[in-house]
């Protein structure tokens, strides 16, 4: 899975690494939680990519409320051709969700240890996303989105058996092709990225609180020295 992640980059240096149009306007974020609106790159098939903000937690567009994307962060690239909830969006609204680095998980004794876990090269990651429109009864339409996922690659299996599927740059226009909607095509890139092109390290548990903070200092490493019970851990958690 995916539960949150950070996107702390100059909006040039995002607009020149997408090929992106139009001017941006986007605040770097070191903690990026679901129902949050998040950047999304699509194509608008005139050759430029453009960026838009969408919900974290995609609402079919046939839900009857929104409380169903809180459900809906991640799809599995194994089923996403399958579920009702994600086959109309895999056909034919499919974006990029640009990202500095990801967050995961490992626990231990009960304790939830958290890693960051980006690029070597320091370049930014494009998770493989899906997006919906959804019109409720009353108000604006509410575009969501979420991320796909597949299984850990040799890096991520030590802290957990899932990971967001990351893009590589040749594989962007068939992602984003309206003109691509053959399933068959689009799942054999649905697959973990390679392992040794990938680090990861544990930084603060501050992270487990959601909202808590949101600064560069997230993803510092730490050094792990002791395991500690939750009921030892005091006001942190």
Request: net charge neutral; charged share 20%; glycine share 6%.
């Amino acid at each position: 899975m995916c539960g949150r992640f950070a996107l702390a980059v100059n909006p040039e240096t995002l607009k020149s690494h997408f090929n992106l149009g139009g001017a941006l306007e986007l605040a770097p974020s070191w903690n990026i939680a679901p129902s949050l609106n998040i950047a999304t790159i699509t194509d608008d098939q005139t050759g430029r990519r453009q960026l838009n903000m969408r919900r974290w937690g995609l609402i079919p567009s046939w839900a009857k409320d929104a409380t169903v994307g809180n459900k809906l962060n991640n799809a599995r690239g194994e089923t996403v051709a399958e579920k009702p909830s994600f086959q109309s969006a895999l056909k034919s609204r499919r974006c990029l969700i640009p990202a500095s680095g990801f967050y995961e998980w490992h626990t231990e004794n009960g304790v939830k240890q958290p890693y960051f876990i980006s690029l070597q090269s320091g370049e930014l990651m494009a998770f493989a996303g899906i997006w919906e429109t959804w019109l409720p009864a009353k108000g604006e339409p509410v575009e969501s989105c979420c991320i796909i996922t597949t299984a850990a690659n040799s890096i991520m299996e030590p802290i957990h058996e899932r990971m967001p599927v990351i893009l590589d740059a040749e594989h962007w226009p068939l992602w984003l092709s309206a003109k691509e909607q053959k399933a068959d095509h689009l799942l054999t890139k649905l697959c973990p990225h390679e392992a040794s092109s990938m680090q990861a390290w544990p930084v603060s548990r501050e992270l487990n609180r959601i909202g808590a903070r949101n600064d560069a200092g997230l993803v510092e490493p730490v050094v792990i020295t002791q395991v500690v019970p939750p009921a030892k851990q005091g006001a942190l958690f």
